[in-house]
């Protein structure tokens, strides 16, 4: 059964930055397109980047410039480089496939904006 674990968030004050991690329990998904997801209080759990096999990146148009995604596969590790952090961006990662598989969602990392 495949796991994936999210860690590195935290509170952080607006205009600072921060790298979450998301670590998989098996290389196999070293072929997959792999994504951030977060869902803030009250709202949807919505896309934020996704990175190909090969290295390919997209994102979402609210992190557009300020979020990086990038992936290790030696490592089994998704990175997202989150700079000039904004109060909007506080929210729960997620880390998963895309698109995403119920079974994988895991526990998430809490990313709190405020001064």
């Known amino acids: 059964q495949v796991q994936l674990v999210e860690s590195g968030g935290g509170l952080v004050q607006p205009g600072g930055s921060l790298r979450i991690s998301c670590v998989a329990s098996t290389s196999t998904l070293s072929i997959y397109t792999m994504g951030w997801y977060r869902q803030a209080p009250g709202k949807q759990r919505e896309f934020v980047a996704r990175?190909?096999?090969?290295?390919?990146?997209n994102y979402a148009d609210a992190v557009k410039g300020r979020f990086t995604i990038s992936r290790d596969n030696a490592k089994n590790t998704v990175y997202l480089q989150m700079n000039s952090l904004k109060p909007e961006d506080t929210a729960v990662y997620y880390c998963?496939?895309?698109?995403?598989?119920?079974?994988?969602w895991g526990q998430g990392t809490q990313v709190t904006v405020s001064s």
């Open positions: 998963n496939v895309f698109p995403p598989l119920y079974e994988y």
């Open positions: 990175i190909s096999s090969g290295g390919t990146t």
